[in-house]
């Protein structure tokens, strides 16, 4: 029952360091997406992958890289981290990208950029 | 485009007293309806959802949610309320057609239960 797996928990990162945020899910999801979740902003997408292989951006990809090399992977990458990256990420998969799907969530990655 | 307003930032209730959590979206296409729940620290629970079955759509906990499409809303509710419902609850509208903003999310409603 892994479901959507991410690692690490907790980070702290120091100013124009880089990090990579992993995730994995097990349910053989063809859609992955990567969410940040900020204090009265919502849920606000990352980047997503529709397939191995085949990753495009959201609302907010400036600073992130992602890719897809496998049907159950789906790093984030922090090229230079900043303040501002300080957020709550959280990785999500569904079946397909077509309405209906449900989309399941990780526990969240909560990230403190000083 | 797609969007999804949540009338309410904050309700408050006592316990055992009814729960309403307001939803209104707009999409150009016949959406597919979500409300998820996030406890503090935790990932984002769906609750339940709706695909253009049956209008009143039950979900875990005792919650349900009814899509009204001539009103364009999907409110929760839930007849009485519990400590432990106290969270974060958001309405997430999915549509076809571009699948980078295939999920939208609201900005989430904050549930306070009262003792």
């Known amino acids: 029952n892994a479901g959507v797996t991410q690692t690490p928990k907790f980070q702290v990162l120091k100013t124009g360091q880089s990090m990579t945020l992993q995730c994995a899910q097990d349910?053989?999801?063809?859609?992955m997406s990567w969410y940040r979740q900020d204090p009265g902003m919502g849920l606000r997408l990352i980047h997503y992958?529709?397939?191995?292989?085949?990753?495009d951006q959201g609302e907010v990809p400036n600073g992130y890289n992602v890719s897809r090399s496998t049907t159950e992977d789906f790093p984030l990458r922090l090229l230079s981290a900043a303040p501002s990256q300080t957020s709550v990420y959280f990785c999500?998969?569904?079946?397909?990208?077509?309405?209906?799907?449900?989309?399941?969530f990780g526990e969240g990655s909560w990230l403190t950029v000083v | 485009a797609q969007s999804v307003t949540q009338l309410d930032s904050h309700v408050s209730v006592s316990e055992g007293t009814p729960v309403l959590l307001r939803c209104n979206y707009s999409?150009?296409?016949?959406?597919?309806l979500f409300w998820y729940v996030q406890h503090p620290n935790k990932g984002l629970q769906l609750l339940l959802k709706?695909?253009?079955?049956?209008?009143l759509v039950k979900g875990i906990n005792g919650f349900e949610a009814e899509f009204k499409k001539s009103e364009t809303s999907f409110h929760l509710t839930k007849p009485s309320a519990h400590m432990s419902d106290a969270a974060e609850y958001f309405c997430?509208?999915?549509?076809?057609?571009?699948?980078?903003?295939?999920?939208?999310f609201g900005p989430g409603t904050r549930l306070s239960v009262l003792p």
């Open positions: 997430v509208v999915s549509v076809g057609g571009n699948y980078g903003q295939n999920f939208v």
């Open positions: 992958s529709v397939g191995a292989g085949i990753t």
């Open positions: 999500a998969s569904s079946r397909q990208a077509g309405p209906g799907n449900t989309i399941y």
């Open positions: 349910m053989n999801h063809e859609y």
């Open positions: 709706y695909t253009s079955a049956a209008t």
């Open positions: 999409s150009s296409y016949s959406p597919s």
